[in-house]
């Protein structure tokens, strides 16, 4: 059925996009730049071939589109641009693939398959310019909030709307972009992992089960300056024992939860030598797949600190710094990639993302949502050294191209499946 599926072209032409786009450092598509765009112009190019409607939205996502028979559309999301000194798959893979899958679906329907599927290519998901992600997806997904994007600026000082308009977008037409959804019933996205579980488990591809969640704050331990040479042990007020054991502790939180903790900042002062800490700042990161797990994880370590502060004789405060809701992806729609990836090659694992990507967007927007990843070598991403196994590209095509066949069947009879939400 699939005879037409070339994977070996997909990785020929993301070994074409790298000649275009990268230099010794690395991929170099920082979203508005020439290199970015000149980047999507050779995807339309790769495109022209087939008999699709191709066009911007109101956010500067673009949108190819193969008509069926039915205006239900299936989705396959990704996005061409990269950080600066970025890796030659992050995004471009899926959009790659998602290409190979379209012409495999004209030539497999006769250019009429019995739903619409569409390829989209966000706008800017890495943020690497304004510092905020999943601008494109997040305008469609409604969730952008406009009056931080209208500030955002660069390095150079130049503001978020003004670098829009040169793409012919008008940031405060840019949620007008929902209306793309209009008709999604589906939205599928292949990507590499970006860490390093599948190449652990010796595994090449993993169906997603959602993105984590997170409970972003900072900590501050209030004591007391003293000299370090004439206050005795027992008399002091120490703000870095708590954090210090704070640090320790943040461990068997994660174990006991089965979730992930960082405290990725510690300042102290006065910060002299010769004084015991007065105040010391620490920020706790807490991520989790799972809202009552995290909300367990954040509790634990609120009762951590009180007694770590107790314990040495000092205050301690709490600041919110990030709060995000985590997203489970669709049950029926990750039964069918650990379908489509166990047929593929044999095996399968479910496991969550660490990073957000376009689909958490398209989830929040109410679109069944799955994503399949693949395994990154090294665990390594947004570095020109991120790398995944040619074979295992090849079959995380092979695979994500039998996720969408079975999801376009999942479409055509969604009342075989009684979890269809
Ligand atoms: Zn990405």
Redesign the pocket.
């Known amino acids: 059925m699939c005879a037409s599926l070339n994977p070996k072209r997909t990785v020929a032409e993301l070994k074409e996009l790298r000649a275009l786009t990268d230099d010794e450092n690395g991929a170099q598509r920082v979203a508005f730049t020439k290199t970015w765009l000149a980047a999507r112009a050779w995807l339309r190019q790769k495109l022209e071939a087939l008999p699709l409607e191709i066009h911007q939205d109101a956010a500067g996502n673009t949108w190819f589109t193969l008509r069926g028979r039915s205006d239900r559309a299936l989705l396959i999301g990704g ?1 061409f641009d990269s950080v600066p000194n970025g890796g030659w798959l ?2 471009s893979l899926n959009v790659l693939a998602g290409v190979e899958i379209l012409r495999r679906i004209h030539s497999q329907f006769a250019g009429m398959p019995p739903v619409t599927v569409r390829l989209v290519d966000w706008a800017d ?2 943020g690497a310019r304004f510092g905020k992600s999943l601008f494109g997806s997040s305008a469609c997904s409604g969730n952008l909030n406009l009056d931080e994007a209208r500030a955002l600026k660069d390095n150079g000082g130049i503001l978020l709307p003004d670098a829009l308009r040169e793409i012919g977008v008008n940031l405060d037409r840019a949620k007008e972009s929902r209306k793309e959804l209009d008709n999604a019933a589906a939205y599928l996205e292949l ?1 590499i992992e970006q860490g390093p579980v599948l190449l652990d488990l010796d595994l090449p591809l993993g169906a997603v089960l959602g993105t984590f969640g997170v409970e972003r704050h900072a900590i501050t331990f209030h004591g007391q300056a003293a000299h370090s040479g004439s206050t005795p042990m027992n008399r002091r007020k120490d703000a870095f024992l708590a954090a210090a054991n704070m640090g320790r502790e943040i461990y068997p939180i994660a174990a006991r939860h089965g979730g992930v903790c960082t405290i990725g900042s510690c300042s102290t002062s006065p910060g002299i030598v010769t004084s015991v800490v007065e105040d010391c700042r620490i920020t706790l990161d807490q991520r989790h797949l799972d809202a009552p797990a995290l909300a367990l994880m954040l509790a634990d370590a609120r009762a951590a600190a009180d007694r770590f502060a107790r314990d040495a004789n000092v205050r301690v405060s709490w600041e919110p710094l990030l709060r995000i809701e985590p997203v489970l992806f669709h049950r029926d729609l990750i039964a069918l990639c650990d379908d489509a990836i166990s047929e593929t090659c044999g095996a399968s694992r479910r496991l969550p993302s660490g990073p957000l ?1 376009d689909a958490s967007e398209m989830a929040r927007a109410g679109v069944p949502t799955v994503m399949m990843f693949v395994q990154s070598l090294h665990g390594i991403s947004h570095n020109k050294i991120e790398d995944t196994r040619e074979p295992h590209l090849e079959l995380a095509v092979a695979a994500f191209d039998k996720l969408t066949d079975k999801t376009m069947r999942w479409l055509d009879n969604p009342s075989s499946h009684a979890t269809h939400a």
Request: hydrophobic content about 0%.
């Open positions: 996005h992050d995004g998901e890495e990507h990507h």
